[in-house]
């Protein structure tokens, strides 16, 4: 199996602290999951506002996914925090 590269978005307080936007390589066949994991690997603040307690969303291609969605080569991938209403 091949490595396939997914364009990464961060969202309002996860953007304040990794930066809009990052690539990551992964394994073929890898899931929502195996990329959170493989960011939560970097360490330090990646570790912080990613960390498995914490409520982070998850959307693929700008659409709601659970983190055992499969991911392709070229994929979007967003992470934000679960959106508060007034």
Known sequence: MSDITVNLRFFASLRERLGESDRLSLP???SVAAARDALLA??????????RGRAVRAALN???VAETAPLADGDELAFFPPVTGG
């Open 28 to 30: 073929a066949g890898s």
């Open 42 to 51: 970097r360490g330090g603040a990646h570790a912080e506002v990613l960390a």
């Open 62 to 64: 700008q659409k709601m």
